[in-house]
Nanobody, 126 residues
Framework: QVQLVESGGGLVQAGDSLRLSCAAS????????MGWFRQAPGKEREFVAA????????RYADSVKGRFTISRDNAKSTVYLQMNSLRPEDTAVYYC???????????????????WGQGTQVTVSS
């Protein structure tokens, strides 16, 4: 079992930056690929970014590529999402999630992630 707690959300203006954190506890953090997802009101949850167990590989949704950066610190059992040049359409609840599969590939489907945090709200005003 892995417990995930997100933090760092808030209300910002378009063009601003935010850094989300997700602290993990329980099992060995470096055993899991980690991902960030988001869900806007009235929309389905969507993939944002993922990072491999070692941090050597990352994957991004096209909508955030070049603006968001995912990273992790296995010594601190924490994954981060640095969000720059925020846009109103980035407004959503952001969730971190853990993928315990042993494969190398990073996946975008939420169904492959078995542990989830409670989410943190990000609101970007225009």
């Amino acid at each position: 079992q892995v417990q995930l707690v997100e933090s760092g959300g808030g209300l910002v203006q378009a063009g601003d930056s935010l850094r989300l954190s997700c602290a993990a506890s329980g099992r060995t953090f470096s055993d899991y690929h980690m991902g960030w997802f988001r869900q806007a009101p009235g929309k389905e949850r969507e993939f944002v970014a993922a990072i491999a167990r070692s941090g050597s590989n990352t994957r991004y949704a096209d909508s955030v590529k070049g603006r968001f950066t995912i990273s992790r610190d296995n010594a601190k059992s924490t994954v981060y999402l640095q969000m720059n040049s925020l846009r109103p359409e980035d407004t959503a609840v952001y969730y971190c999630a853990a993928d315990r599969r042993l494969t190398i590939a990073l996946v975008t489907s939420e169904y492959e992630y078995v542990y989830w945090g409670q989410g943190t709200q990000v609101t970007v005003s225009s």
